[in-house]
Structure formats: C-alpha cells, structure tokens
C-alpha cells in the first residue's frame, strides 16, 4: 500500500507579475497567465494521480486545458485557479515533472509569440537578432518563482510558506535599458541608453511587423521585456498552442481569447455613451451628430480600439453595424482634455475636430462631459485562512467558493464591469463608478450565501478605488491592496467596505464603515450612501438639500463639533449633532415654503440623520462588538458629493 503525502505548490511573484501594469489589459494578461500556469501545474499533479483538495478542482478550466473540450463557447476568459493549490499524492510523485510541466508550457507560449511578433520583424528591418534573442531566453527561463513541499500530515497548513521563506529563487541581474512596465527588468532591443537610434528602430520595426492588433497592442515609443511583452501579445496566439507534448504525456492546448479588454478610459465613458447611444436610436438629431462624431474619431485613430470589448449597458444596445461601430471606439476619444494631448494625438487639427463635435453631442443630449473617474473593485474574506488550518473544514470551505468563484463572474458583468480575477476569496474587477458600489454589495451578498451553511465564520471585505484616468494604474492597483488590508480589514475591523478617491494631485478623500453601517436599514439590497447620492443628484436648484454651499462648508462645521483628541467624550450626542446640522442646511440656501418652520425641519432631519450615521465612523473590536467613534468625519459627505457629480464639480 502507497503512503499518501501531501503536495503543496505555489508560483508567483503575483504583485512583480499582475500588478505591474500600463492598462486594463497588462492587469487582465497577468492574472489570467498566473492562473493558466497555476492550472498547469494542478494537471501534471493529477496526471499523476494526485487528488485536489484544495482548491475545489475546477474541471470546466482543465478540460479547455488539457483539449477535452474544443470550439464553441464558454472558453474561460478570466483566471479563476489561485497560484497555490494542496493536493494529495503517492509516494511515487515526481516534483520536478510538475515544474517541468510549468516551464514547458511558458516556453511554447512565449516562442509562440517571439518567432510571431519580433523574430519576423527584425528579419524584415535588417535588425540583428542575437542580442534580443539572449535577452529573451534568459528572462523567459528565470522569471517564474516556484515552490513547493511535501507533508506527511494533512493537517499541516504552513509548511510551504516555510518554504518560501528560504528564497531559493535569485534571478540574474538586468543590465541596459529598462522596461517601461515591469521594474528592474532589460527591455529587448538591448540598447546600452533610453536615447539610442537603436531602441527607436528596433521598436519601430516590431510596432510595424504589420501583425494583426500591434498598432493598438504596442504604443508608440513603448519599450518592454520579454514577460510584458508576452502580456501583450499572448492573445493573439494563445489558440495556437495545440497537442504540447507534457512531461509525464499529457497534451496542453491553448483555446481562442477575444482580445477586447476595456481601456480604464472607456469604463469611465461607459454611462456617457450609453445615453448618447440609446438617444440616437430613439430617431432624433443625435444620430447624425454620433454618426458624425465616429467618423472623425475613426480618421483620428484609425483604429477601433474597443471593437471585441463586451460591456452589458452598451451590448444591449448595440443591434446593427452602426451601433457597433459608434461603440468601439478607444475611450480616449470621448476627453476633450485626453484629446487634446500632442503626444497622444499629434494631428491637431483631426482632433479638434472630434472635440468639437463630441461638445456638440454633449450639448444635444443634454449631459455635461463624460466623467474621468473609474473604479477598482478588490474583495477578500476575512480570516479564511484560519479556518482553512482546521482539516474538518477544508472540503465545505473549498465547496463554498467554487459555488462563489462560479457566481461573481456574472455579477460583475451584470455591473457593467469587466473581471480581471476571481479565484478562492479573492476578487478582482474594474468597472464604472457608477456601478461599483452596487457591485460589491452583490457580490459581498453572494459570498455569505454560498458560506451560510458551512458553519465557517467568514465574512467577506472590499475596498472600491475611484480614479482619474490620468492616475497610473499600477499606482491605483498597489493603494488598493493597503485600502482593503490596513483600512478595511485591520481600522474597521474586517467586514467591511473601504473607500478612496485618487485625484491627478493625489488622494481627495477616505471612507469606511463596516457592512452594518454600507448596507441601508430599510433595504439589505441597497447601499445607505447611494440613497444619499440620489437625494443630492436630484434635488433642484431651490432645495438647499445637500447644496454644494453646504457641503463646501461641511468640514469645519465637523470640526467644531468634534472634541479635541479622538478619544475624548464627543461634544454633542448623535441626535444632537443632526439637530445641528439640520439647521445649517437650513441655512446653507433657500428653503421652500412647506407648511411652516418645523415641518422644514422634519423634513431636513430626514435627510441628515443618514448622512450623519455615514460620517460617524464606526469600526468592529476584537471580539466582533460594533462601536461608533466619537467624530464626525467630513469625508462621508465629501464622498456623496463626489458621487453625485461623478468627480466633475459643477
């Protein structure tokens, strides 16, 4: 009889890898070619005759791996396999043919692309390839960190990060030029100085190759290594990998990916367009003005930069060739500001032209500018890890988010929003910032209902980052983990939402609350602030309700009602404090005439009383007991603001 062990696999770097990114589509490539990869290592183990224990086997991904299923739909778009996984195994498993399995296919998907985009290319420029070619072998073979061990006991839970402790992994040092996406890394041409002759023509020559989408994929005066440009090209050959031979025997196929990964640009137009769209197809002068408006965008970019992007607002309005094409536009083209970029778009002249006409569509619809903002959405449960050391628990747990893992893909989309991950508890996704909200409270409802009958106490924490589209995104990906970390989870006291706005000067404003307090009393399925948002957005020019006086002067106002040092006795008691500020939103404008002065100030405490609560931070103690602080802080209401004028003051 074999005597069972226990196999522990990990690859990374996660953060080195998927968070160094330019756009949407460098977050997307990484975490999915993580996964893939993490997937390939959970087959050569089960090739073996190892069993998956944790997580739950995802045999849908597996059979697109392994070509037991070809063609069709239900491709896997999003990485859905965390990058470590626990498996039983015989005595007889062979390691290193797990490892093998990894390098062997990274290698046939990066010789897929070298010998496809820069191989063919220098050949055609008179470039010489040997320099590059080094470059190439030496970052594809050292990049990836893997590790693993073996136990003899299931129950024993943190013998790999043991392992990983001893950092066995060292890659070689990088000389030349660096990559303008991953940090530390030579970009390829080899060039000895960012301002060489060569470093121009040979990424002219690649940007040329006249490869399908390379115009659009590789922007012009970009510079990159070997993995991000993998990133950006893996795409388009991804299908062509058929029958790798494994070791071990196993086949790996590849499986075809639409390469339409909405710019952070395009997610913020997204509502704009929406409502331009669906006036245009309601027959009146706004088609021709959209009509218009694609057409010189188009002579702008020649190109349709979101073409195969699938966002569920605009899908569901796109019915004939027309509309696809008012729809595919990159999402550049929709900021006069962006537009107006002579790096971006040197004929100045074409676009004006788009300016002018995108005002004059602003102007028929009757909506100000597209809003700049965007949200990241980043989600994880809490303390799951702990639960996951109890080997009775591990099968329910890992049950429960497969059921989970399955669902949130179709929570974001129905948000507008697009996937980058969502693997175990972890969930990773950039949608509108009209949307966010609602989206993680969906999804924060899913993930309880699929642990409900578990008996694990699990809860599931978020952090929502609204950002400018000038705000680097890899800036934007690294604040969102320390927002849902250190805010979320260790400030509030996990179980919670946390909040912050990126302005181009830096951070505007920071929120959080414990789910208890996001979620409204009345309705468990809405958000307490946005209903304070649609109070704001609609109220008329002669309601002083939350008018832009009174939120101008919010913050001081706090500051005389908050006592010295935060531990101190508050000045004045909850109701108190809205009787208060009942009176200066009285005061901040013109009231209507009600019925007389204190059925005005029912009325007004109505309103204030919730937007007092959301300005009352409240946060969760060790043993889980919910406790109110004792200031008001100014950034609750600052955010209401924010939300409702979409981050474009008015």
């Avoid at 790999?160 to 890394?185: A, T, Y």
């Avoid at 970009?187 to 659009?216: C, I, Y």
């Amino acid at each position: 009889m074999k005597t069972k062990h226990y196999f522990h696999f990990t690859i990374g770097p996660v953060q080195g890898f998927v968070a160094q990114a330019r756009r949407t589509r460098d977050f997307w490539a990484g975490s999915f070619l993580l996964s893939w990869l993490s997937g390939v290592a959970m087959q050569a183990s089960i090739d073996q005759g190892a069993t998956i224990m944790f997580p739950a086997k995802n045999d849908h991904y597996l059979d697109w791996l392994t070509g037991r299923k070809k063609g069709g739909s239900g491709q896997p778009r999003q990485g859905s396999i965390p990058n470590r996984f626990k498996a039983q195994i015989d005595s007889d498993f062979k390691t290193e043919q797990v490892t093998k399995s990894v390098q062997t296919a990274w290698k046939a998907l990066a010789d897929q692309v070298y010998k496809n985009d820069i191989e063919d290319a220098l050949i055609k420029g008179g470039i010489s390839s040997d320099e590059t070619k080094k470059i190439w072998e030496r970052q594809i073979e050292n990049f990836w960190e893997i590790s693993w061990a073996i136990a003899e006991s299931k129950a024993d839970s943190s013998i790999l990060d043991e392992r990983k402790n001893w950092r066995s992994h060292m890659p070689p040092p990088e000389p030349g030029v660096k990559c303008m996406m991953m940090d530390g890394w030579q970009e390829l041409s080899a060039t000895p100085t960012p301002h060489s002759k060569g470093l121009s023509s040979f990424w002219d020559a690649v940007r040329g190759n006249g490869q399908k989408g390379m115009l659009s994929d590789l922007y012009d005066g970009e510079s990159l290594c070997a993995m991000s440009f993998i990133k950006r090209r893996f795409v388009r050959y991804f299908n062509e990998l058929k029958d790798i031979k494994m070791p071990g025997g196993w086949a790996l196929h590849g499986w075809k990916l639409a390469p339409g990964i909405p710019s952070v640009s395009y997610l913020a137009a997204v509502h704009w367009l929406e409502e331009v769209m669906r006036k245009a197809q309601n027959g009146s002068n706004v088609e021709g003005l959209l009509s218009k408006f694609n057409k010189q965008a188009y002579e702008l970019t020649r190109e349709r930069g979101e073409w195969d992007t699938e966002i569920k607002c605009i899908q569901d309005l796109v019915k004939s060739q027309k509309a696809k094409e008012w729809s595919s536009h990159d999402g550049n083209v929709f900021f006069p500001a962006v537009l107006e970029n002579k790096r971006l778009y040197p004929d100045l002249d074409k676009a004006r032209a788009v300016v002018n006409v995108l005002k004059q569509l602003s102007k028929a619809v009757e909506l100000p500018e597209a809003t700049p903002f965007y949200a990241v959405l980043m989600m994880d449960g809490d303390r799951l890890g702990k639960h996951m050391g109890d080997v009775d628990k591990q099968e329910s747990i890992s049950t429960a988010l497969d059921k989970f893992t399955r669902a949130v893909p179709g929570i974001v989309y129905d948000h507008n929003g697009f996937l980058i991950y969502a693997g175990g508890d972890d969930v990773l996704a950039i949608l509108p910032m009209e949307d966010a909200l609602k989206c993680a409270l969906q999804i924060k409802n899913k993930y309880d209902a699929c642990f409900r009958e578990t008996n694990v106490p699990t809860s599931l924490s978020g952090a929502v980052e609204y950002a400018h589209i000038n705000m680097p995104l890899t800036s934007v990906l690294f604040d969102a983990h320390d927002l849902l970390d250190t805010i979320a989870k260790e400030r509030t006291g996990r179980n919670a939402l946390a909040v912050r706005v990126w302005k181009p000067g830096g951070t505007a404003l920071q929120w959080a609350q414990p789910w208890e307090v996001v979620v409204d009393t009345a309705n468990k399925r809405t958000i307490a602030l946005e209903n304070l948002v649609d109070v704001f957005r609609h109220a008329d020019e002669d309601d002083p309700c939350f008018s832009s006086k009174f939120f101008y002067k919010i913050r001081e106002r706090f500051d005389l009602l908050n006592p010295e040092q935060p531990d101190l006795d508050p000045i004045l008691q909850f109701d108190q404090r809205v009787d208060l500020m009942a009176m200066a939103y009285i005061n901040s404008g013109k009231t209507r005439e009600t019925g007389g002065k204190q059925k005005t100030v029912d009325e007004v405490k109505k309103k204030i009383t919730p937007l007092i609560t959301q300005c009352t931070p409240h946060y969760r103690d060790g043993d889980g007991t919910l406790h109110a602080g004792n200031c008001l802080a100014a950034d609750g209401a600052l955010l209401v603001r924010f939300l409702s004028q979409k981050g474009v003051a008015r």
